[in-house]
């Protein structure tokens, strides 16, 4: 059974900081993986992918990727209470074959405050 | 662009009825997903179309749930009998290809008394 864990939360930091996310996972073989977003009430977002080891820059996101260590991250700089959400670790299926075959983590609930 | 659209937004149904919902994907996408997320999860994946074939249902309760892909654009995911444990937001997700972004829709949110 494939799993992925997120860091537990809810996370608080206030304006301005660096707010971190954190994701482990089972399948050694995952080739794929994606941070969303997602509001209350809405359906999630996609903000980041990333394929390689390394980090991976976007605007304010960062995506980190170990895989030795079976370990992706997001870090947002520069936190706004408009990234007030829950924020969810997705891998794709071990062969790679398809990007949208996912397996989410539970999800980590990030409030910013002014 | 039009976005995937789901129907009904809502649903409130007793144990042992039966419910149905609907997906439009963006036009041109070839493939659809149908996922389930319980409050407080992640999205769990039910059941991939490639066109009007299936890929995976390996994770679809295939004893209650049925979905159909019909002409390789609508889908319907359908529950009977539905149980208390089939609370949740059932999401339809599309996306050109296997190895291209995915796009949700709004989801239908199932309620089961």
């Known amino acids: 059974q494939k799993e992925v864990e997120q860091n537990s939360g809810p996370l608080s930091v206030p304006e301005g900081a660096i707010a971190s996310l954190n994701c482990t996972y089972s399948?050694?073989?995952?080739?794929?993986f994606f941070w969303y977003r997602q509001y209350s009430g809405k359906s999630p977002e996609l903000i980041m992918s990333i394929y390689s080891n390394g980090d991976k820059e976007d605007g304010r996101f960062t995506a980190q990727l170990n895989k030795a260590s079976q370990y992706v991250s997001l870090l947002i700089r520069d936190s706004q209470p408009s990234d007030s959400a829950t924020y969810l670790c997705a891998v794709s299926d071990a062969g790679g074959t398809s990007y949208g075959k996912l397996t989410f983590g539970q999800g980590t609930i990030l409030t910013v405050h002014p | 662009e039009a976005g995937v659209a789901q129907s009904p937004r809502y649903k409130i149904i007793e144990k042992r009825q039966s419910v149905a919902f609907w997906c439009n994907p963006i036009?041109?996408?070839?493939?659809l997903y149908w996922y389930q997320q319980i409050l407080g999860q992640g999205p769990k994946l039910l059941i991939q179309?490639?066109?009007?074939?299936?890929?995976?249902d390996s994770q679809l309760p295939k004893d209650r749930f049925s979905a159909e892909r019909l002409k390789g654009v609508d889908s319907t995911l359908k529950i009977q009998p539905a149980k208390l444990e089939d609370s949740a937001v059932y999401l339809c997700a599309s996306s050109y290809s296997r190895r291209e972004k995915l796009f949700f829709g709004s989801g239908t949110q199932l309620s089961v008394l």
């Open positions: 036009s041109g996408h070839a493939t």
């Open positions: 179309f490639q066109n009007n074939g299936v890929v995976d």
């Open positions: 399948d050694r073989g995952s080739q794929s």
